[in-house]
Nanobody, 121 residues
Framework: VQLQACGGGLVQAGGSLRLSCAAS????????MGWFRQAPRKEREFVAA?????ETYYADPVKGRFTISRDNDNAYLQMDSLKPEDTAVYYC??????????????????WGQGTQVTVSS
């Protein structure tokens, strides 16, 4: 599976961005997709995900502000009311035949290249 993330950029606090993740080479309908982010000098952290049952999950810091969605082979992350602390490189990830924690980066086998999101105050 190959994942291509895009849509990052520079935005002022309170603004919005929409990230996209295009997937190719998927061989099963049994998969989950997630978004993670990594800020400088910090660990990669979970942001949002679709479970293999299609349920959505969000990290507490983004609940009510971010929305994950998908259509066909693509996943999206709509980010509203952005804050400076949302500044990070954002990665999309996929796990086929999901096993392990959805909340941990170790629970995903395939990763996109990352897209930079910078929120100015």
């Amino acid at each position: 599976v190959q994942l291509q993330a895009c849509g990052g950029g520079l935005v002022q606090a309170g603004g919005s961005l929409r990230l996209s993740c295009a997937a190719s080479g998927r061989t099963t309908s049994n998969y989950r997709m997630g978004w993670f982010r990594q800020a400088p000098r910090k660990e990669r952290e979970f942001v949002a995900a679709f479970s293999d049952f299609g349920e959505t999950y969000y990290a507490d810091p983004v609940k009510g502000r971010f929305t994950i969605s998908r259509d066909n082979d693509n996943a999206y992350l709509q980010m509203d009311s952005l804050k400076p602390e949302d500044t990070a490189v954002y990665y999309c990830a996929e796990d086929q035949y999901p096993y392990g924690s959805m909340w941990a980066s170790s629970g995903y086998d395939y990763w996109g290249q990352g897209t930079q999101v910078t929120v100015s105050s």
